[in-house]
């Protein structure tokens, strides 16, 4: 009994829904929304309806929107990406000309100071207040000159020859040219120097200089020279001296920076104070044609 209730329940309400197949011609859409039409009018009352043109006319200027503001979206995003593409290829060229220019900057400097160092005749000193040679290099300290010889790989220390004399240094394989072989631009103390052999590929030569109260122009005389007052001596060393040589040391640093800057030194200075209390304490005197010597 209760499946005939249901049988009849469904009998009384039919589906809401039913199947519509059709395909669209591309170049009629018309006769595509004709018998989509026809098809609504069969299935439903819809097109009885009074407000149905209009209904169906507000649903096509809807679509309309729709696909305007679709377009619109697309258009809006293909301008954003070629603005972005733009913005990034104007960043690239402004970077490409920000580096020639650098460039260009770093050669100026470049020229300057080859320029600079062929009119004095010296060179500017290397990190370590020495000289890059194509050979070999070497660095200083008020103290001391460190040279590197770069020699094979593997090269076993017996096969080194490194003489070392108060003004003379000598240094290079056996049975080979020396690498140097020259008088030292100054004199050493031969007994507190001595070689090493660095990985088996660089000689490493520590010299103590006799007179550690100045800086080396070159390692032997010959080489290109350095421009002493380019010196940039390493200000924590400064402790390791007494009193007295700190002072002095100082002293020479500080006027050294007033010669390079085109200013007096500290003697110059002390002259001119000197010179100014004596002009305080006889005002009567006429110092107009006064000069320090």
Known sequence: MAIIADYQEEEENPSSTSTYNATLDHSNPLAFLRAAFLFVSRETDFFKREAAEREVAVLAREIREEERKKK?????????GKAEKRLKESREEHEKKAEKAKEKVEDVKMDDAKAEEKKEGTLVPNNGNGLDLEKYSWTQTLQEVTVTVPVPPGTKSRFIVCDIKKNHLKVGLKGQPPIIDGELSKTIRPDDCFWSL???????????????????KSLVKG???????KVEPENSKLSDLDPETRQTVEKMMFDQRQKSMGLPTSDE???QDILKKFMAEHPEMDFSRAKIS
């Open 72 to 80: 619109a979206a697309e258009r809006e995003l293909e301008e954003k």
């Open 198 to 216: 660095e990985d088996q590929k660089s000689v490493s030569i520590l010299l103590t200089k006799h007179n550690q109260m100045e800086w080396w």
């Open 223 to 229: 080489d290109p020279e350095i421009d002493t007052q």
């Open 269 to 271: 200075m002390q002259k």
